[in-house]
């Protein structure tokens, strides 16, 4: 009876209830639809950009026009046409860069009804809401208050970088990236496409071509960043692509933890997001990077939703460096994504820890690759996946250890389960071991949530919601101690919302 | 990209095209590169007696196995069987390239009718005599009848250079009960290919056990289709190559109805520049409820250069299941080779050790005493063999 009674919650929930799918009402600036040179050459100079970079921009969109749509993700969608999107849009209110003041007030309206709030004044916990108490406040000490630098883009533009300054005394640039090719241009032009070349893959090569901003960091050597950074994405106008490029370069020694968000408005027609995200950690560097992704994920029969499909990577390239991915996977019609790390450098270590909910009729294929080059580096990986109403959830991995990798070292943990019987879960992990002293494990599981732990839970006096919440916190437990504490209440809420009432 | 290639040798000789590694299932073993010369199908040669019969002396279960059907260079040896030679069963042109190769030039087979209780072992012997480079081919039916229960062990022994292309089709009926045991122990210059094709209906127990050893390059597809409920099946395998031997099984477990259970266990062993790969996907259909599926794969790399590649996939449709896979990949453990040898056991004689209980455990599917002993004398020939007393 129970499982029966969790079909029909499952369907009454959630996808519906999407709370981010308002829409701003606010004049912007198109590109004409479609895309061709033109349309690369006319974002190249709206935004004022060096030469070298409009040649890599139509460099990548001459590999785009060779390239096929990869077919191989376990997902399926309408084709895309290409040629029906705008490829550039800001608000209208946008010249050049602003100081808060000067700053659309809808703008900033969004962004607070968003539970952003950009005046630095106003920002005491995080990206949690003003005035909104977290149980967490208490153990959370010093982080509960601490300060979260954002950087807010709307459809293709940056809108604001907060505490800028604080962070100019530190060394740390953070800025858009239209910014920093300005400001920075030989930083960019070092860095840029040194982990995601032009051409590594269909969605890449036509990010390459038309990305219209994102965000860049830079941490000196020996700097510890003063305070976590963040980058909130939000898609507003209709028909358009979003496209934003991330660049984090930790230099020598330095440490930076970075957070993503995104929503999108409820529309009927799909829209699509393709981003690629560089990081470098140089000898000791670490970088941390958690996403929360919320895009919008479709109504309950898979109209309109947001195709997400990215690429991130990572480049451990010095040392004993380090790169740890951690990911809440909630929203997006459909999901193509596999943050990875490049083990270049001796010692260094690549982490990756996932939470990947999907419902009603999302699809979502996601993972990561542990590729390992250096001697004694070693990654591990964590991923949870909890499917529910007709969605499907695929993890796809690969670790690979090449011959020079001695000692090379790997766990993964894939578990997966499973909500009443019309979704799917799949695992498809590679592993590819040139060397035997590579130590590699992988371990996966498909399950759902046993009646005997029901049963216990409920003999305890909890309803079978509590209960519900409380095996599901466990089963993600892992990954959710890797987000930073400011992420952390945001994310409970979430699965709260995904998965309330869904599990019997 | 293009995908327009130009056909090789071996394509033209065989007059048909092979996979290659953009094939998703083909992704580590590229057969357009690696079968590197022709080897053009339906070709007559003469065997030798004194051939035949050293090779097969040479099958581990040579007094084991007390029916057996002999197939030297893809046809039927009636003088050295104990069984009559069933007809090909006709089968639709199946879109792999393998079958289809297989389709084209199969020369003969076995058709088994297994019914009863059969307490002694059956057994398929194929042998390759050496002669001109040729591929052959044959074509198996082997029908468990309901009720029924038996042993079969299925022979792979040669000695030159060909291409052996084997498909086994098996239904097993209600009830039955199905051993069967592979050893592939193919000529150092073969390339060996293979498929089976198991069905398996209701209250079903299938033990199958493969060993991988002989061929420069193996590659072995097992697909089994779970038709009916209370089937249970464990299917497991060990790979003992060196050199540089090529090895990749691909098992597709297919459970399309509820309340069964699969078991895999592959067991890997790589010396030298050998590459072995375990590619294994547990399907589990909507409404197979309460599957209990299981795969594990371990790979242990005697060598710095050896190489082992898996990919084991779930497809999960049902909610009420347990599934679960497992892979490790490493050298042997450094701990228990030092317990060994504090024990004044020789370096060489430790690792010895440790490898034949690495791989011992796949062999514990195999539940005739006298073919387990056979297989685990196999595995010590094939250790004092390859690795004699190198530490």
Request: charged share 25%.
């Given at each position: 009876m129970a499982d029966l009674d969790t079909i029909e919650l499952v369907k009454d929930i959630d996808v519906d209830k999407y709370k981010y799918g308002f829409t701003t009402d606010i004049e912007s600036d198109f590109a004409p639809k479609g895309l061709n040179e033109d349309i690369v050459r006319f974002i190249s100079s709206k935004k004022g950009e060096p030469k070298w970079m409009l040649e890599a921009r139509l460099e990548a969109y001459r590999r785009w026009l060779q390239m096929d749509e990869p077919t191989w993700a376990k997902v399926s969608y309408p084709k895309i046409d290409f040629q029906d999107l705008y490829y550039y849009a800001a608000p209208k209110s946008m010249s050049g860069p602003k100081s808060l003041d000067e700053v659309d007030p809808k703008l900033l309206?969004?962004?607070?009804?968003?539970?952003?709030?950009?005046?630095?004044?106003?920002?005491?916990?995080?990206?949690?809401?003003?005035?909104?108490?977290?149980?967490?406040?208490?153990?959370?000490?010093?982080?509960?208050?601490?300060?979260?630098?954002?950087?807010?883009?709307?459809?293709?533009?940056?809108?604001?970088?907060?505490?800028?300054?604080?962070?100019?005394?530190?060394?740390?640039?953070?800025?858009?990236?239209?910014?920093?090719?300005?400001?920075?241009?030989?930083?960019?032009?070092?860095?840029?496409?040194?982990?995601?070349?032009?051409?590594?893959?269909?969605?890449?090569?036509?990010?390459?071509?038309?990305?219209?901003?994102?965000?860049?960091?830079?941490?000196?050597?020996?700097?510890?960043?003063?305070?976590?950074?963040?980058?909130?994405?939000?898609?507003?106008?209709?028909?358009?692509?979003?496209?934003?490029?991330?660049?984090?370069?930790?230099?020598?020694?330095?440490?930076?933890?970075?957070?993503?968000?995104?929503?999108?408005?409820?529309?009927?027609?799909?829209?699509?997001?393709?981003?690629?995200?560089?990081?470098?950690?140089?000898?000791?560097?670490?970088?941390?990077?958690?996403?929360?992704?919320?895009?919008?994920?479709?109504?309950?029969?898979?109209?309109?939703?947001?195709?997400?499909?990215?690429?991130?990577?990572g480049d451990c390239r010095g040392a004993r460096s380090k790169i740890s991915w951690t990911q809440v996977e909630t929203g997006s019609a459909i999901t193509w994504k596999y943050p990875s790390c490049i083990l270049r450098g001796e010692e260094s270590r690549g982490e990756f820890y996932s939470i990947a909910i999907s419902n009603g009729r999302q699809q979502v294929d996601s993972g990561t690759k542990m590729i390992h080059l250096g001697k004694n580096s070693s990654s591990r990986i964590i991923s949870k996946g909890i499917a529910a109403g007709r969605s499907d959830n695929t993890y796809r991995g690969l670790v690979s250890a090449h011959r020079k990798a001695l000692n090379a070292r790997n766990f993964t943990q894939c578990d997966s389960l499973l909500i009443g019987d019309k979704c799917g879960a799949h695992t498809v992990p590679y592993i590819e071991a040139k060397t035997s002293t590579a130590q590699f494990e992988h371990e996966a599981t498909t399950s759902k949530i046993s009646d005997d732990q029901m049963f216990y839970c409920m003999s305890r006096g909890l309803s079978q919601e509590e209960a519900v919440a409380l095996i599901v916190n466990g089963f993600v437990r892992d990954v959710l101690q890797q987000l930073p504490m400011e992420f952390m209440a945001e994310t409970q809420k979430l699965i709260g919302i995904s998965l309330e009432g869904s599990v019997g | 990209m293009s995908t327009a290639l130009m056909t090789t040798a071996a394509?033209?000789?065989?007059?048909?095209?092979?996979?290659?590694?953009?094939?998703?299932?083909?992704?580590?073993?590229?057969?357009?590169?690696?079968?590197?010369?022709?080897?053009?199908?339906?070709?007559?040669?003469?065997?030798?007696?004194?051939?035949?019969?050293?090779?097969?002396?040479?099958?581990?279960?040579?007094?084991?196995?007390?029916?057996?059907?002999?197939?030297?260079?893809?046809?039927?040896?009636?003088?050295?069987?104990?069984?009559?030679?069933?007809?090909i069963e006709s089968r639709a042109v199946a879109s792999e390239p393998v079958l289809q190769m297989n389709q084209a030039f199969a020369t003969d087979g076995a058709h088994l009718v297994l019914s009863g209780v059969i307490d002694t072992p059956v057994e398929l012997v194929f042998i390759a005599t050496d002669a001109t480079p040729r591929a052959i081919a044959t074509q198996n039916v082997i029908e468990v009848a309901a009720g029924a229960s038996a042993t079969l062990i299925e022979t792979h022994i040669g000695e030159g250079s060909y291409l052996s292309n084997s498909v086994t089709e098996i239904r097993i009926g209600d009830g039955a009960r199905l051993d069967r045991v592979k050893v592939e122990h193919d000529s150092a210059d073969a390339v060996h290919l293979a498929h089976a094709h198991v069905t398996l209906a209701r209250d079903v127990t299938l033990r199958e056990f493969t060993l991988t050893s002989g061929a420069k390059l193996n590659r072995q597809n097992g697909t089994y289709n779970f038709t009916g409920e209370g089937t249970d099946a464990k299917v497991s395998g060990a790979y003992l190559i060196a050199g540089r031997q090529h090895a990749d099984s691909r098992l597709v477990v297919d459970h399309q109805v509820p309340h069964c259970t699969s078991r895999e266990l592959f067991k890997c062993v790589m010396d030298d520049h050998a590459r072995g790969i375990f590619q294994g996907k547990v399907i589990v259909r909507p409404h197979a409820q309460?599957?209990?599926?299981?795969?594990?794969?371990?790979?242990?790399?005697?060598?710095?250069?050896?190489?082992?590649?898996?990919?084991?996939?779930?497809?999960?449709?049902?909610?009420?299941?347990?599934?679960?896979?497992?892979?490790?990949?490493?050298?042997?453990?450094?701990?228990?080779?030092?317990?060994?040898?504090?024990?004044?056991?020789?370096?060489?004689?430790a690792k010895a050790m440790l490898i034949a209980a690495f791989v011992g455990e796949a062999f514990e599917t195999v539940e005739h005493d006298g073919i387990r002993e056979a297989l685990a004398d196999y595995a010590a020939t094939w250790l004092t063999y390859h690795r004699g007393k190198r530490p």
């Amino acid at each position: 009876m129970a499982d029966l009674d969790t079909i029909e919650l499952v369907k009454d929930i959630d996808v519906d209830k999407y709370k981010y799918g308002f829409t701003t009402d606010i004049e912007s600036d198109f590109a004409p639809k479609g895309l061709n040179e033109d349309i690369v050459r006319f974002i190249s100079s709206k935004k004022g950009e060096p030469k070298w970079m409009l040649e890599a921009r139509l460099e990548a969109y001459r590999r785009w026009l060779q390239m096929d749509e990869p077919t191989w993700a376990k997902v399926s969608y309408p084709k895309i046409d290409f040629q029906d999107l705008y490829y550039y849009a800001a608000p209208k209110s946008m010249s050049g860069p602003k100081s808060l003041d000067e700053v659309d007030p809808k703008l900033l309206e969004t962004y607070a009804k968003l539970g952003i709030p950009l005046k630095e004044q106003e920002i005491l916990a995080g990206v949690r809401k003003q005035g909104e108490k977290s149980e967490l406040d208490e153990q959370a000490g010093e982080y509960a208050t601490g300060k979260v630098a954002v950087d807010a883009v709307f459809d293709s533009v940056s809108v604001v970088t907060t505490f800028k300054a604080e962070l100019a005394k530190a060394g740390v640039i953070f800025c858009s990236i239209s910014e920093a090719l300005r400001e920075h241009p030989e930083l960019v032009q070092k860095y840029l496409f040194s982990v995601v070349p032009q051409g590594d893959n269909y969605y890449a090569a036509l990010n390459a071509a038309v990305f219209s901003d994102g965000s860049f960091v830079y941490v000196p050597p020996g700097v510890r960043c003063p305070m976590e950074l963040s980058t909130y994405f939000r898609m507003n106008a209709k028909n358009t692509g979003q496209f934003e490029r991330t660049l984090i370069i930790a230099d020598k020694g330095s440490y930076v933890s970075y957070l993503e968000g995104c929503t999108a408005p409820t529309r009927e027609e799909s829209q699509l997001h393709a981003a690629v995200v560089e990081l470098i950690a140089m000898d000791d560097a670490e970088i941390k990077y958690s996403t929360v992704q919320n895009w919008y994920p479709g109504d309950a029969e898979g109209k309109g939703g947001i195709y997400n499909f990215v690429t991130k990577r990572g480049d451990c390239r010095g040392a004993r460096s380090k790169i740890s991915w951690t990911q809440v996977e909630t929203g997006s019609a459909i999901t193509w994504k596999y943050p990875s790390c490049i083990l270049r450098g001796e010692e260094s270590r690549g982490e990756f820890y996932s939470i990947a909910i999907s419902n009603g009729r999302q699809q979502v294929d996601s993972g990561t690759k542990m590729i390992h080059l250096g001697k004694n580096s070693s990654s591990r990986i964590i991923s949870k996946g909890i499917a529910a109403g007709r969605s499907d959830n695929t993890y796809r991995g690969l670790v690979s250890a090449h011959r020079k990798a001695l000692n090379a070292r790997n766990f993964t943990q894939c578990d997966s389960l499973l909500i009443g019987d019309k979704c799917g879960a799949h695992t498809v992990p590679y592993i590819e071991a040139k060397t035997s002293t590579a130590q590699f494990e992988h371990e996966a599981t498909t399950s759902k949530i046993s009646d005997d732990q029901m049963f216990y839970c409920m003999s305890r006096g909890l309803s079978q919601e509590e209960a519900v919440a409380l095996i599901v916190n466990g089963f993600v437990r892992d990954v959710l101690q890797q987000l930073p504490m400011e992420f952390m209440a945001e994310t409970q809420k979430l699965i709260g919302i995904s998965l309330e009432g869904s599990v019997g | 990209m293009s995908t327009a290639l130009m056909t090789t040798a071996a394509e033209q000789a065989l007059g048909l095209a092979l996979p290659h590694r953009r094939m998703e299932e083909w992704r580590w073993t590229d057969l357009r590169q690696m079968i590197d010369k022709p080897y053009p199908p339906r070709q007559s040669v003469t065997a030798r007696d004194a051939d035949i019969d050293r090779l097969l002396k040479a099958s581990p279960f040579s007094k084991i196995a007390a029916t057996r059907m002999v197939f030297v260079n893809g046809h039927y040896d009636g003088k050295r069987s104990k069984l009559v030679n069933g007809a090909i069963e006709s089968r639709a042109v199946a879109s792999e390239p393998v079958l289809q190769m297989n389709q084209a030039f199969a020369t003969d087979g076995a058709h088994l009718v297994l019914s009863g209780v059969i307490d002694t072992p059956v057994e398929l012997v194929f042998i390759a005599t050496d002669a001109t480079p040729r591929a052959i081919a044959t074509q198996n039916v082997i029908e468990v009848a309901a009720g029924a229960s038996a042993t079969l062990i299925e022979t792979h022994i040669g000695e030159g250079s060909y291409l052996s292309n084997s498909v086994t089709e098996i239904r097993i009926g209600d009830g039955a009960r199905l051993d069967r045991v592979k050893v592939e122990h193919d000529s150092a210059d073969a390339v060996h290919l293979a498929h089976a094709h198991v069905t398996l209906a209701r209250d079903v127990t299938l033990r199958e056990f493969t060993l991988t050893s002989g061929a420069k390059l193996n590659r072995q597809n097992g697909t089994y289709n779970f038709t009916g409920e209370g089937t249970d099946a464990k299917v497991s395998g060990a790979y003992l190559i060196a050199g540089r031997q090529h090895a990749d099984s691909r098992l597709v477990v297919d459970h399309q109805v509820p309340h069964c259970t699969s078991r895999e266990l592959f067991k890997c062993v790589m010396d030298d520049h050998a590459r072995g790969i375990f590619q294994g996907k547990v399907i589990v259909r909507p409404h197979a409820q309460k599957t209990d599926g299981k795969q594990s794969c371990n790979a242990l790399l005697l060598s710095e250069t050896a190489e082992f590649d898996a990919k084991p996939e779930l497809e999960i449709y049902a909610d009420d299941v347990a599934c679960g896979h497992g892979a490790t990949s490493g050298d042997l453990n450094h701990d228990h080779l030092f317990y060994l040898e504090s024990r004044g056991i020789p370096p060489a004689e430790a690792k010895a050790m440790l490898i034949a209980a690495f791989v011992g455990e796949a062999f514990e599917t195999v539940e005739h005493d006298g073919i387990r002993e056979a297989l685990a004398d196999y595995a010590a020939t094939w250790l004092t063999y390859h690795r004699g007393k190198r530490p």
